[in-house]
């Protein structure tokens, strides 16, 4: 009984990411995600009491998701935390266009300006997240200062907040474009403020 709870949750929160991902929080009815889902109403108010509660749910999955990817592509063993930082800022570059502009990766950008003014927990339930993963990108900045892959780097924790800052800034441009110029602006940035080499351009 629980590995099913647990199945069906998952799926009413996957199936409600993947369409407010797309559409955004506000031009998503319950209907919708009810339908994505395959579930009845009353399985839905059995996991989630509203669906705001389930706006805080589907964020802090997500979060706990990326945080899990980004620790794969940051541990990725026998190379220096530098260049696993740009493994990292290479995801941006090659997931955020899918043809549609938009891309699961994206969802603190198509949310953030929107949950912040509509749901308080919401709001605080991003800004937790991606208080976090610029925690894990600091961490690994430091690393770099350890493995002398980031020599230059005075100080990590206000390195990783710039850099997420400017990737994130990068990304929404992105989905306004419909083009990677501003991630392709976004990498030399990096590049230069890491004081790597421009010629590692992906």
């Known amino acids: 009984m629980k590995a099913e709870y647990t199945d069906v949750r998952q799926h009413i929160l996957d ?3 993947v369409i407010i991902t797309r559409k955004g929080f506000a031009g998503v009815g319950l209907n919708e995600i009810l339908s994505a889902a395959a579930v009845p109403k009353g399985s839905f108010y ?3 009491k509203s669906k705001e509660l389930f706006g805080e749910a589907m964020l802090a999955d997500y979060v706990q998701g990326y945080l899990a990817d980004m620790e794969v592509v940051l541990t990725r063993p026998g190379q220096s935390a530098a260049q696993s930082l740009m493994d ?13 502009g938009c891309d699961c990766r994206c969802l603190v950008v198509k949310l953030s300006s929107e949950v912040a003014d509509m749901s308080e927990p919401m709001r605080m339930t991003l800004l937790d997240g991606t208080s976090r993963i610029i925690a894990r990108l600091a961490l690994a900045i430091a690393q770099g200062r350890v493995d002398d892959s980031l020599p230059s780097v005075e100080d990590p ?8 800052q400017l990737w994130l800034g990068a990304a929404m441009l992105t989905k306004l474009r419909r083009d990677d110029s501003a991630l392709k ?5 990096t590049l230069a403020m890491l004081a790597l080499p421009l010629a590692s351009e992906q």
Do not use: P
Request: aromatic residues 22%; glycine residues 6%.
């Open 46 to 48: 059995h996991y989630f």
């Open 88 to 100: 990292y800022w290479a995801t941006w570059t090659s997931a955020s266009l899918d043809g549609s």
């Open 15 to 17: 199936q409600g990411k």
């Open 185 to 189: 602006t976004a990498w030399q940035s």
């Open 157 to 164: 924790a206000h390195m990783a907040s710039t850099l997420y």
